[in-house]
């Protein structure tokens, strides 16, 4: 599947991802390792964010990891351009 992908590196629970589109609507989700390899094999992965039709877009990271956020237009057609910023963790 065609997507762009930012390694996020380490990221606490708690701290969000902030995807700002411009474009077409599009995938904004966040995954764990395991995940990230389990969606560019095209198997069946969890994640958490959401399909976005405004921008900007926060999704909250559930747990310390090492993180990646991906964009992708879902397989429809259309052109987006994003990017990525992590933003703090809890207070």
């Not at 991802?17 to 966040?30: E, K, P, W, Y």
């Not at 090492?66 to 964009?71: D, F, N």
């Amino acid at each position: 599947m065609r997507h762009v992908h930012y390694d996020l590196g380490m990221v606490p629970a708690g701290a969000s991802v902030r995807f700002d589109l411009a474009g077409s609507a599009a995938n904004t989700i966040v995954v764990d390792d395991l995940n990230y390899r389990r969606y560019k094999a095209g198997e069946r992965f969890e994640y958490v964010g959401a399909h976005a039709t405004r921008s900007p877009v926060l999704v909250r990271v559930p747990r310390t990891g090492r993180w990646h956020a991906v964009v992708d237009l879902g397989g429809g057609g259309g052109r987006v351009n994003a990017s990525v910023t992590v933003l703090g963790g809890p207070s």
